[in-house]
């Protein structure tokens, strides 16, 4: 699917070259030798002169190659003619279909020139990789970190990892975070789970927490700041598809032949919550569709679901209080709302930790069957630690992002800039302070845990100990038996029907007895016995004595009652 002939110097070849210096690349150079399964949306906004709000359309494939690189390619390196929009008169396309050979028709009547352009592209493909890379001359970088995606093995590492902060102080910024679904369907059977799209996503599958089962998906936003051919600014803004039912599962005997399965996926508590403020009730009205109208391609509705649709809706709402058609910080001019949108995000994954870490605590009750408890909390501990991973990712992934936002700041020349970066600093300094909290439990609950662990594990060993005692006590009882049995065994007339066969039980019975008060001598009915036996005599002693009294008083009575006489 690839649009694009491989020329002399292609910009494949030029990634190829440079990941032989940055290892970080790999990733990079294995997407664009993979084909393109899935089909990619690119959306145009764009800025004149006379409004701040853009006018958007729909990037059709091209007639000839029926691909969007080569339309893409036209878009970016071919200079642009007066033309008239198709539209109504408020200004808003109408819906360009798929088989459009022209984005333009010619028109008599002049338009204010575009000073600007922003493109958003939904889920990326190679040919789209090697339009925008020749063109605009992007940074192999850029790419890299967007495509990356964490993988056990250790054929790659993620770009930001192995690169120095300095070597980040470009013209891109990639934001990497998840979406929290809500699963539904046997989950845990399904093995590893990939998205269905051309940039390999994850699905991590989470433990159940009350009946109700979770997952994480990845998601990356990347928004790079540019010029075009005819040096008028361009942003390119990249994100992934919607979350669908359908993904791609590793379970099979080869992790290299995927089979797709459907996993009821949905977003965790509707999706994130918006963040513009609502209007005054006095002003609120509610939609009122007209079917005689022609459907327009402006973004009217928070979808929460796609991304390039909601990017869409806040730039046809109101644009960023960052953005102005007069020249100010390029990238923090288009990467405003992909950081507000992401940011709040980032609740829903707390919300989850917090799901989980409560679920953790309230489980900590021991239980009669010690195997099993040993088991439930070993597992909870591998659970933990995995948590405990995530958070660490979580935390590099925050502070990035709020490095970011650092350097918008300082570079902010305005004030509306300056207090625009120091709102969304903020917002993620309170994601990061909220994190480590979290962090730092999950830090208290792994020794209390690992110690409850060690103290079920001595109390089954104190179990198995007493297993091995009975089975001693069994040993004691039948020792002397058989050594009787083998003694009495010499002679015929004292075995079974012999007439001194009476004898064996007659000695063995006694003997039994006897090892086993040996080997096991009941200590405390000994002493009880002997206490016993203590009482009693000296019970007996103080009965004799005070008898003898009783005797010794009626002689003398009787002795004193005679001398009276």
């Not at 501990?381 to 350097?407: N, Y």
Request: aromatic share 10%; proline share 7%; with cysteine.
């Amino acid at each position: 699917m690839h649009a694009l002939n491989e020329s002399a110097h292609s910009y494949k070849q030029y990634v190829n070259r440079q990941s032989q210096k940055n290892p970080s690349l790999t990733n990079l150079c294995s997407f664009l030798e993979s084909p393109d399964r899935y089909d990619s949306r690119i959306v145009c906004l764009d800025f004149y002169a006379d409004s701040k709000l853009p006018r958007q359309r729909k990037l059709a494939v091209h007639p000839r190659t029926r691909t969007l690189g080569a339309s893409l390619e036209d878009e970016l390196c071919k200079p642009t003619k007066p033309c008239e929009r198709v539209g109504n008169n408020e200004g808003h396309d109408s819906p360009l279909e798929e088989k459009t050979p022209h984005i333009y028709v010619s028109n008599t009547t002049a338009e204010p020139s575009i000073i600007g352009r922003m493109m958003i592209i939904e889920d990326l493909t190679t040919d789209i990789v090697e339009t925008l890379g020749s063109c605009l001359d992007v940074d192999p970088l850029f790419f890299a970190s967007h495509i990356h995606s964490t993988d056990k093995t250790v054929r790659s590492q993620a770009p930001e990892l192995t690169t120095l902060p300095s070597r980040y102080k470009q013209n891109f910024v990639n934001i990497h975070y998840h979406r929290s679904v809500l699963l539904s369907g046997q989950s845990s059977r399904m093995g590893k789970l990939m998205r269905c799209c051309n940039v390999p996503r994850k699905l991590a599958i989470l433990p159940a927490v009350k009946d109700a089962q979770f997952g994480l998906v990845q998601h990356c936003c990347s928004v790079l700041s540019t010029r075009d051919k005819e040096k008028r600014w361009l942003g390119i803004v990249l994100v992934d598809p919607p979350i669908s039912e359908h993904y791609l599962s590793f379970k099979t005997p080869s992790k290299f032949l995927p089979q797709q399965v459907r996993l009821p996926s949905d977003l965790f508590l509707g999706g994130y919550e918006d963040f513009l403020p609502p209007p005054p009730y006095s002003a609120d009205q509610p939609p009122q569709p007209d079917t005689h109208q022609p459907k327009l391609t402006r973004q009217t509705e928070l979808t929460r679901h796609s991304i390039l649709d909601d990017l869409l809706y806040y730039w046809s709402t109101s644009p960023p209080p960052t953005f102005s058609l007069t020249e100010s910080y390029a990238l923090f001019r288009f990467a405003y709302y992909p950081l507000k949108i992401t940011a709040s995000e980032w609740p829903l994954y707390l919300a989850i930790l917090h799901r989980s870490i409560k679920e953790y605590e309230y489980r900590t009750k021991p239980r009669p069957n010690f195997l099993a408890e040993v088991e439930r909390l070993n597992m909870h501990l591998s659970e933990l630690q995995a948590w405990r991973r995530r958070a660490l990712s979580s935390k590099q992934k925050l502070s990035t992002v709020i490095r970011t936002i650092a350097a918008f700041e300082a570079q902010s020349q305005s004030t509306d800039h300056h207090g625009a970066a120091g709102e969304l600093k903020e917002d993620w300094n309170h994601l990061m302070e909220s994190l480590e909290e979290y962090f730092a439990v999950i830090e208290n609950m792994l020794p209390v845990l690992t110690s409850f662990a060690q103290i079920v594990d001595a109390r089954r060993s104190f179990a198995e100990t007493a297993n091995i005692s009975r089975l001693t006590i069994l040993a004691l009882i039948f020792v002397p038996l058989s050594f009787l049995a083998s003694l009495f065994s010499m002679n015929a007339a004292y075995g079974p029907g012999g007439d001194v066969f009476w004898v064996y039980f007659v000695v063995a019975v006694p003997v039994t007895l006897l090892v086993f008060m040996v080997a096991r001598p009941p200590a405390r009915d000994l002493r009880r016995l002997w206490e016993f036996l203590g009482r009693e005599v000296r019970r007996r002693r103080m009965v004799g004595r005070e008898g003898e009294r009783e005797r010794v008083g009626r002689e003398e009575q009787v002795e004193v009652e005679g001398r009276m006489r």
